[in-house]
């Protein structure tokens, strides 16, 4: 699977939008972009993917440029309860097609949102 | 999205014993994953356990130090064997939905 590139630490005010880059500059052309979070003391919580296109669900918006070379998570109006470590992630699906095949976690983004 | 039952959510435990972890999921998954979180660390992948076959474990992972089984498609447990202090982490289950994977809350274990 491809490696990622997130900044280690990013800080956000309240209500503001907050833009988390991810650099997958030796994605493959069949490798998702998957986001996931985690808050203190939980599990990691999935976000969003995408392949090429941009998404949007009711969490987040994920903009991948047109060379799929890097990435943009968007949460759009930041609360203090998004404080969390971010990962970015790709991922391949697996030979049957049916599921996406294991998670390769990097270091991820810590994201403070403050008041 | 399904729901997952870890237990025990956390343990202290002596040298040389082992542990068992369960997951149970509320749905039939194919596929379910247990990785190790270590203390500051981010997520390592200890194996992939698909119902009828045996465990797959990423490099660094062996059968002997952790079994699991995969008896059916709703529940697995991760065995913690011949504990030592370098095992305090916490464990975690997740099942691959598809769209994306659903983790458990985590087994926090502590050996001393």
């Known amino acids: 699977d491809a490696k990622t590139t997130q900044p280690p630490s990013m800080d956000c005010a309240e209500g503001r939008a907050a833009n988390l880059p991810c650099n997958h500059s030796t994605i493959s052309g069949n490798e998702y972009v998957y986001w996931y979070r985690q808050i203190h003391s939980q599990g990691p919580q999935y976000i969003i993917h995408g392949l090429k296109n941009n998404e949007t669900n009711e969490m987040a918006s994920l903009i991948i440029t047109e060379d799929r070379k890097s990435s943009t998570l968007i949460l759009p109006h930041a609360t203090l309860r998004d404080t969390a470590v971010y990962y970015c992630i790709v991922r391949v699906p697996n030979a049957g097609g049916t599921s996406y095949g294991k998670l390769t976690f990097g270091q991820g983004t810590i994201l403070t949102v403050h008041p | 999205s399904a729901v997952i039952s870890q237990k025990p959510s956390r343990d202290i435990c002596q040298r040389g014993t082992s542990l068992t972890i369960q997951c149970q999921v509320d749905?039939?998954?194919?596929?379910m994953f247990w990785y190790r979180q270590q203390p500051g660390q981010s997520l390592t992948l200890i194996a992939t356990a698909n119902q009828g076959s045996e465990a797959t474990y990423e490099s660094g992972f062996v059968i002997d130090k952790f079994p699991i089984s995969r008896p059916n498609l709703t529940f697995s447990t991760l065995t913690v064997s011949n504990m030592s202090p370098e095992d305090s982490s916490i464990y975690l289950c997740s099942v691959d939905e598809g769209w994306g994977d659903t983790f458990g809350s985590g087994t926090r274990l502590t050996v001393v």
């Open positions: 749905s039939q998954v194919t596929m």
